[in-house]
């Protein structure tokens, strides 16, 4: 099994900028990609960013693409989504998922292809 946590939400100006991290635990070898996904209230969760164990992609959401960017640090098993010029409308609780999927690359925007989810971590953008 793999565990994901991840920190880093909280308020924020529009305009500000905010660092989410994810980090992974457990079967850390099985993972093939991690991505981000949000969901704000009554909407569906949706696909923000993701990147390969690999580092292929890295892939975004057409809303955030010049505004982020998706790293990782294998050594640490971390994931990163650094987001800046927040605006109102990226409120959400933004989720860390990973894939053990081995065409990842393929289908790294789709909910499908990922086995393990974290617990949210919530973004406010105050404007």
């Known amino acids: 099994q793999v565990q994901l946590v991840e920190s880093g939400g909280g308020l924020v100006q529009a305009g500000g900028s905010l660092r989410l991290s994810c980090a992974a635990s457990?079967?850390?070898?099985?993972?093939?990609?991690m991505g981000w996904f949000r969901q704000a209230p009554g909407k569906e969760r949706e696909f923000v960013a993701a990147?390969?164990?690999?580092?292929?992609?890295?892939a975004y959401a057409d809303s955030v693409k010049v505004r982020s960017t998706i790293s990782r640090d294998n050594a640490k098993n971390t994931m990163y989504l650094q987001m800046n010029s927040l605006k109102p409308e990226d409120t959400a609780v933004y989720y860390c998922?990973?894939?053990?999927?081995?065409?990842?690359?393929?289908?790294?925007?789709?909910?499908?292809?990922?086995?393990?989810w974290g617990q949210g971590t919530q973004v406010t953008v105050s404007s």
């Open positions: 990147i390969a164990q690999s580092g292929l992609g890295p």
């Open positions: 998922a990973a894939s053990s999927r081995t065409q990842f690359t393929n289908i790294m925007s789709k909910i499908f292809a990922y086995d393990h």
């Open positions: 457990g079967r850390t070898s099985s993972i093939y990609g």
